[in-house]
């Protein structure tokens, strides 16, 4: 083996948990991070879902989606999810999760919250989309507007609330996170709740599954959730002291910057440009 | 658990092995598509690789980098990769393995094949594009191209050669597979060689590794290859009867429009467009 010739030693992980793979350039800008460019996930919107394999924390989106937030917290707070399952996990797509069973699961519909009114938070990728008229970041996710509407699009790691064909359908007590390259024919199609902020592995690498659209074919392969709790409800010590990097932060701006243009001696043509899916949001 | 309750049972995985989980409309099409819409893989240009844990099929592209995969070929010929091993798995970005040791290794390196002149072969998408000026297919690849250049591009499941800071410094002996959102910042940075077109769960579910990049912290951690072999060299018998869809065939024109638009009842929203890299590239 050659342990020194690597792919792009100096190449960025585009991802959600970008800070363990940051280049050397992204390590600079942070490590220069003023302490207010940081941002403390607020613990009542922060999700812990332990697994018999480790755990894995979820940042909501209450500004999104609130109904949907509210719902999810609820079957929470209800330990609805413990000893739920995992029960799908499809390849280059998503792993889906459910509550132990329908007994607790309310027959109230909750609406549809694809998009949101615009929003002044909102900051914009000068870059083309394939998918939308503008993309950016808000709040800590990646986003998408027009020049009305606002709403979350389907990067890696996003969560989101499983539905039937009725738009309403969706009630939380089943959600999924994407794994692979960014759906983004789902966007306005299904209520985003938020992202995984710590943990990803954990989820990207289960054994797919291989009925139909990755469900598990027996219920003994699914892997069981030993809990999901609300952040807010376990003391303060026992809590992960994550935080992440602001949108709207000049570090953050300059990251973006250094990610599009590369001027890393390995590059031999600089992208140029980069994708909303492709920017890290760094996590600490 | 409710079994009905699915993510978009109509939505199609936009995936490099996209029948196994096609969506109705898709499974639709393809039935419908005739016999001469299907190209078989060359065995000359197809790779078997052995995993502990089963097989996984390469289809390589000489007519985008054939000096490469001629050095892969060559590598693969002297048994090279036998026993070698997955050296690296980084979540959301890549897995790369390499031969078993430098032994055999050329000291003569190889000319980057980044990109190539245009081809009159290139099945141009309408849709934009963040990275390129146009993007589309060529032979069955996710491809881009400009006002005189051609070039692969990094979708999930493509295949490249890693290499070091020199331009001509990945001689093949070292490959990776995006296992997560395309980076596309690797665009004409590397040379890819080709796309997994079987099997490519069991490189995306594999542990990822624990030192910066994704590398093994342990020669232990890796996963052994138990051997590579060009699919001409083995028994017609014991080769995977694999076939593509051609990208130039009308029933894939007709797929990558039905893709665009959803017109399923699930859709609230029809996307209008559709990515290179989330586009199916059916093999059956």
């Not at 280049?23 to 607020?42: E, G, N």
């Not at 902020?197 to 030993?226: C, D, N, Q, W």
Request: with cysteine; glycine share 8%.
């Amino acid at each position: 083996m050659k342990p020194i010739r690597t792919l792009c030693v100096v190449a960025a992980l585009a991802g959600l948990l970008g800070v363990d793979s940051a280049t050397a350039s992204m390590s600079d800008v942070l490590a220069r991070a003023h302490q207010a460019d940081w941002k403390a996930f607020d613990p009542e919107n922060t999700l812990y879902m332990k697994l018999p394999r480790g755990g894995v924390v979820i940042a909501l989106a209450p500004q999104f989606a609130p109904r949907a937030v509210a719902a999810i917290k609820a079957f929470v707070r209800a330990h609805a999810f413990d000893r739920g399952a995992i029960i799908r996990a499809q390849d280059d797509y998503v792993v889906q999760w459910a509550i132990r069973d329908d007994k607790t699961h309310s027959p109230a519909k909750i609406p549809a919250e694809f998009d949101r009114a615009r929003d002044a938070g909102f900051v914009a990728l000068a870059d083309p989309d394939t998918y939308a008229p503008q993309v950016g970041f808000d709040g800590g996710f990646p986003a998408a507007r027009d020049a009305s509407r606002e709403w979350l699009v389907h990067c890696y790691g996003m969560v989101g609330v499983a539905r039937d064909a009725a738009p309403d359908s969706g009630d939380g007590s089943e959600l999924y996170a994407v794994i692979g390259q960014s759906p983004r024919n789902l966007d306005r199609n299904v209520t985003l709740v938020g992202r995984i902020v710590h943990g990803m592995e954990l989820l990207s690498t289960l054994t797919r599954g291989t009925e139909a659209l990755g469900f598990y074919a027996k219920p003994e392969e699914r892997m069981t959730i030993e809990s999901i709790r609300v952040a807010a409800d376990i003391p303060v010590k026992e809590r992960v002291a994550l935080m992440a990097l602001r949108d709207d932060s000049a570090t953050f701006a300059k990251l973006v910057a250094d990610q599009r243009m590369r001027k890393e001696p390995w590059y031999v043509n600089s992208p140029g440009h980069i994708g909303v899916c492709n920017v890290p949001l760094p996590v600490r």
